[in-house]
């Protein structure tokens, strides 16, 4: 391993703590302090960082879309601390966490015998978040019976707790999150196109931490610095092939993943240079590789025949797995090209339904490697 180090020490004027950078118009000082640190100078993360100036000052929705681990709170946070809502409560709910039978009662209360358990009165989010802000998480795993409820709350600003019939009144700015594709979602009809476009005033799309790569070893020093001091490690440099190896590595957990890993390398480091695993991030990257749609497909269809032994009909067969009629998987392996010589090896089951005496106007196909093969048949 090279010699060559890069000194952490620095870094440290290019690492910014808050959302404007060394030539933002806006400064900690000036917007009271208290921001959440934000690591990054790409331009990509600064455009973001402007969005998050222009809109934190107003009260409206705000909907940030970005890759799990790309640090979607973090900006949620620090348009709270642009608004004039600074000093009021952030509340933070993660719609995926909480089970659907319990959400209605975590974001709106309930009275006393509301339900079964319910022995006392309880304060939901958006009470607690009065004056201040809601930051929902995972918007897109909100259940389809609530989603009028969060509507109506935020057209009406006014709901009721669970069990009771007196409405309430609500001042509460909403920010929302989500990793998925809410337009293909309302295609799919899992969620309602009037509070997409109820939530979506003020879009901000966050790019993961691959469309940024200028921004990894700000990040790395961070990391570095904050878990050595934390561990009380004498850490004072980092090598430049392990910094070089990290800035090439796809990151497909963003900057979760990257922050995950320093913590490691820097408990597992012995000596005053910090140096990592670089097979295990080799592994990690080869792993991570981008792949087709197709190619996604084709390998969950290969391996849940796998599961099912190459039983494709039936009511254990890879076609009821994976949610599809038999004719459907049929015509989708043809599609995507699954033939002779594919690197799924499954032996021939004779009691697979489709396999057991085919019509005479049946078409065949094997799919085989290894020697081995499997036949589907469709009428």
């Known amino acids: 391993m090279s010699t060559q180090a890069n000194w952490a020490p620095k870094m440290h004027a290019a690492i910014h703590n808050g959302p404007f950078g060394e030539d933002g118009a806006m400064t900690n000082a000036a917007l009271g302090g208290g921001l959440p640190r934000i690591v990054g100078n790409s331009a990509a993360l600064r455009r973001v960082l402007e ?104 057209q009406e600003k006014q709901f009721e707790r669970l069990g009771s019939a007196t409405t309430i009144r609500t001042d509460v700015r909403v920010i929302c999150a989500t990793h998925q594709n809410l337009k293909e979602m309302i295609d799919e009809r899992q969620f309602r196109a009037d509070l997409f476009y109820r939530l979506s005033v003020f879009p901000i799309a966050l790019p993961p931490l691959r469309e940024r790569p200028e921004d990894i070893r700000l990040l790395v020093d961070h990391f570095a610095m904050d878990y050595a001091r934390r561990m009380r490690k004498p850490i004072t440099a980092i090598a430049e092939q392990f910094m070089e190896a990290l800035s090439r590595h796809s990151w497909p957990g963003n900057v979760r993943e990257l922050q995950n890993f320093i913590e490691r390398s820097v408990i597992l480091s012995k000596d005053s240079v910090l140096t990592g695993s670089l097979p295990d991030l080799a592994r990690a990257q080869k792993a991570s590789a981008p792949v087709t749609l197709e190619e996604a497909e084709s390998s969950h269809i290969l391996r849940t025949l796998q599961v099912t032994g190459g039983v494709v009909g039936g009511p254990n067969g890879a076609a009821a797995r994976l949610g599809v009629r038999r004719t459907t998987l049929i015509s989708k392996m043809r599609r995507l090209g699954l033939h002779r010589g594919q690197s799924s090896a499954l032996p021939l089951r004779s009691e697979d339904p489709v396999c057991r005496n085919p019509p005479a106007s049946a078409i065949a196909r094997t799919v085989a490697a290894g020697g081995r093969a499997y036949a589907v048949a469709e009428a």
Do not use: W, Y
Not at 67 to 86: D, M, N, W, Y
């Open 51 to 154: 969005l998050v100036r222009m809109v934190g000052p107003t009260d409206a929705t705000v909907l940030i879309n970005g890759e799990t681990g790309a640090g979607k709170e973090l900006i949620a946070e620090a348009i709270h601390q642009c608004s004039q809502r600074s000093r009021g409560p952030f509340v933070k709910v993660n719609c995926a966490a909480i089970p659907a039978g319990l959400l209605e009662s975590e974001l709106f209360g309930h009275e006393r015998g509301a339900f079964t358990g319910a022995v006392a009165r309880g304060i939901g989010r958006f009470e607690r978040a009065t004056g201040g802000t809601l930051f929902l998480d995972e918007i897109g795993d909100l259940p389809l019976e609530l989603q009028p409820k969060i509507l109506r709350v935020l």
